[in-house]
């Protein structure tokens, strides 16, 4: 069973809330949920194959070397945990722990890597199309 954390991006002071600020501070989550300048982030049980963990809303690099690094964010869609990038033919609808992969499921944890989130640094979603010209 996944462990429920999550974080909150505030968007007037444009800083990000991690689930250890919640706890220091003694901020419970229905306050963040219920105050208007904070967006959270549902943690999805996973760590990047560094041992990032991975949260709605961050952008992971499926592999480290061009022309075949895919850039897609983490969405919460339909009850799971959704890869969405530009290139949604094979990931934009798959859930993040169960990517398949010649006919084989993978955790995705295994392959991929959190560079950022689409708060802090929306500037990586772009890297996609730069990459195909």
Same mark, same amino acid.
């Given at each position: 069973?996944?462990? =429920? ?9 444009? @800083?990000?809330? %991690?689930?250890?600020? +919640? ?5 419970? /989550?229905? !306050?963040? =949920? !219920? ?6 982030? !549902? /943690? %999805? ?9 991975? /949260?709605?809303?961050? =952008?992971?690099?499926? *592999?480290?070397?061009?022309?075949? &690094?895919?850039?897609? *964010?983490?969405? @919460?869609?339909?009850?799971? @945990?959704?890869?969405? $990038?530009? !290139? %949604?033919? +094979?990931? $934009? ?12 499921? /993978? ?21 996609? =199309?730069?990459?195909? &010209?």
């Amino acid at each position: 069973m996944r462990e =429920i954390k999550f974080r909150a991006w505030e968007t007037i002071a444009k @800083f990000m809330a %991690t689930h250890e600020d +919640f706890i220091e501070t003694k901020i419970p /989550y229905y !306050q963040m =949920i !219920q105050a208007e300048s904070y967006i959270l982030m !549902q /943690y %999805t049980g996973l760590s990047d194959k560094e041992g990032v963990e991975i /949260y709605e809303g961050d =952008i992971l690099a499926l *592999s480290n070397t061009p022309p075949n &690094r895919m850039i897609v *964010s983490v969405v @919460f869609e339909d009850a799971c @945990f959704v890869l969405n $990038g530009t !290139q %949604t033919d +094979f990931y $934009g609808k798959t859930c993040l722990n169960k990517v398949a992969h010649e006919d084989e499921a /993978y955790e995705a944890s295994h392959y991929c890597e959190v560079i950022g989130n689409m708060y802090e640094n929306p500037e990586l979603l772009n890297e996609n =199309i730069k990459q195909e &010209r």
